[in-house]
């Protein structure tokens, strides 16, 4: 038995103890025989001494992370959000499954201040598409089509990070970042289950956004949110397009609600580097295969009777969204140019046909992206940068500029409404594909 063992036992009466314990006892009594006794007042000085240094580190430590100001508290670490899974009789009552028939799922963290105890953003996350059956099978055993693959705990950044440092107008919000796991923009809803690769799948994405808003609604305190940020990046960009007015319906109505979309706002008529459509072709396949009619907007699918797959492109969907949002994008989008254009370079060091290609898109993104300006209630931000996520990254999201301003600052300028509408569409120089310096090495 140890000494630190020995004293834990708290007894003084060796007839309490065993013979073993005893011998230990004698042994150290044997020892400190001899030795001068160091005084009381000695004794409470070093405690006192090491009790401060003590006091002094934590402080220093809580001073680091945690500064009160008013009601406010600013946080300036990053601080994990948890994953939460639907119950799965929930899943199995609305019929809201993930490609591989698990409950949906999202991260969450809580609001860190009183006065932004009810604000709420909500994020759409992006991961691409899945574009036939077999696709969609091998997606089913990822995060991006199951909630069994997703780690319990999940850092964010950018819009979504709780640090004051890097978000400083809403790191104290309330974050619930639904997962992806329809690969489909959660548009999907199809009925009958799909076998492909001898495993069967579920597109009902549509039917996961709705059970997760509901289940927030009920279960997580979004009935008493008085603001809510539907946001979302990539394919999640697009399902904020596609979606926003159908999650403001089923929010309170006296809360305010507005949208941001980033790196969502993919074009249906461009060619390729070869002259063909291929993505537009396969986005069609995606509308078929998963039946995503049933999940989008009525009146643009009125409106698009001769060919309602239209309504699942940014630029066509657009027109038809009520709610305010704001629309985030890079005119040289890096996943566009190589997942959509097929080319495989830096634009700084393209080829000229490559080039030639790039610069087609950017004059008819413009072009495209010009309905923005009709609406005084939204707003816009396209930089020059080679880049895809602005937004969810904390370097973009606060070094990018365009026109003087950042990234955060000119989403924030709009969503305070501290800017006229004519001052919330800020497009980036177009003398060279390197014109910004804020951006990084196009």
Known sequence: ??????????????????????????????????RPRVRSCQCWTIATVLAALWLYLSFGLWVYYFRDIGDVRLVSRNIE???????QDLADETGAYCLDGSPPAYYFRNATSREHHNSWIIHLMGGAWC?????????????????????????FGGILS???KVNPDFYDWNVAVVNNCDGASFSGDREDPV?????????RGSRVLNAV???????????????????GESAGGLAVLLHADRVSRMVPKETSFKAMADGGFFLADEADTSGKT???????????????????????LLAKEKNKSECFFAQHAYSYLTSPVFVVNS?????????????????????????GVIEKHRRTFLQRMDQVNRYDKNGMFLASCYAHILTCVDSPWMTYKVAGRTTREAFADWYYERTTPAETWDVDCDSSLTCNPTCRSN
């Not at 959509?340 to 370079?345: A, F, G, S």
């Open 1 to 34: 038995m140890s000494i630190f063992q020995l004293r834990r036992t708290g007894l003084l009466n060796h007839s309490l103890l065993n013979e073993d314990q005893v011998m230990v006892r004698k042994s150290l009594q044997s020892a400190c025989r001899g």
């Open 81 to 87: 959000a948890h994953l939460v899974v639907l119950p």
């Open 131 to 155: 574009y036939d059956n077999a696709q969609c099978a091998h997606r089913s055993s990822t995060h991006l089509g199951s909630s069994r693959k997703l780690r319990p705990k999940k850092l």
């Open 162 to 164: 709780s640090s004051s």
């Open 195 to 203: 076998i492909s690769n001898k495993k069967k799948m579920y597109y």
């Open 213 to 231: 808003i509901n289940y927030l609604l009920k279960s997580a305190g979004l009935q008493r949110a008085d603001r809510v940020i539907l946001h």
């Open 278 to 300: 291929q993505w537009k072709s396969a986005m069609e396949n995606v509308y078929k295969m998963q039946q995503i009619e049933g999940g989008l907007d009525k009146d643009c």
């Open 331 to 355: 005119v040289y989008d890096s996943w566009t140019l190589q997942n959509i254009l097929r080319t495989r370079c830096r634009p700084s060091k393209c080829n000229e046909k490559d080039l």
